[in-house]
């Protein structure tokens, strides 16, 4: 369990799905729809829902490329953590949003897979949370014309090497929304 004892309680993070940065995005629409369908799961379970929001000179604070993709609706009770940086945690209010919640253990979607995920869940993890990555609902865009792999290899090597993390009085798994089972 998490070295966050007295944490008990678990939250979706949907970071960065944006219109900028999913809009080119490997299998866009069936990531958006499966975080969709993760949301819906989590509410009805009354599992908080946080909502991580990039901004940065390319993505510029209240433009249309910035804000969320309209398949996905933000309730004004769920919070919004507005970032940076790519760790969700640098800088921001998450840490309070989730002590606030008693949460100290976070099911992550979202987008870039090579950027905000990966800074995300290894930002929690080494800030004691336990941290599971749906496989299949994150995402990321083609970066290979600057050398980096395709990204079906990006996500799947993600995917990979994230189910094996592991770290004193913490957790790190995979699993497709499907198996995501948030407590009632």
């Not at 970071?15 to 799961?41: K, M, S, Y």
């Amino acid at each position: 369990m998490a070295t966050l004892s007295d944490r008990p309680a678990t939250a979706l993070v949907v970071i960065d799905v944006q219109n900028g940065v999913v809009a080119g995005a490997h299998r866009r629409d069936e990531v958006v729809a499966t975080i969709a369908g993760l949301v819906e799961q989590a509410r009805e379970s009354g599992t908080p829902v946080v909502w991580v929001q990039h901004s940065s000179d390319d993505l510029q604070q209240g433009s249309g490329d910035w804000e969320y993709v309209p398949e996905l609706a933000r309730r004004d009770s769920e919070p919004l953590v507005h970032k940076r940086f790519g760790d969700s945690f640098e800088d921001t209010e998450l840490e309070t949003v989730l002590a606030d919640a008693a949460v100290g253990r976070l099911v992550v979607t979202g987008a870039q897979t090579d950027a905000c995920i990966r800074s995300t869940i290894h930002g929690a993890f080494a800030r004691g949370y336990d941290v599971t990555l749906v496989g299949d609902a994150h995402t990321t865009e083609d970066l290979t014309a600057w050398g980096a792999p395709a990204p079906e290899q990006v996500i799947a090597h993600t995917n990979l090497y994230w189910q094996h993390q592991s770290a004193p009085g913490r957790t790190a798994a995979v699993l497709q929304a499907a198996e995501v089972a948030f407590a009632g």
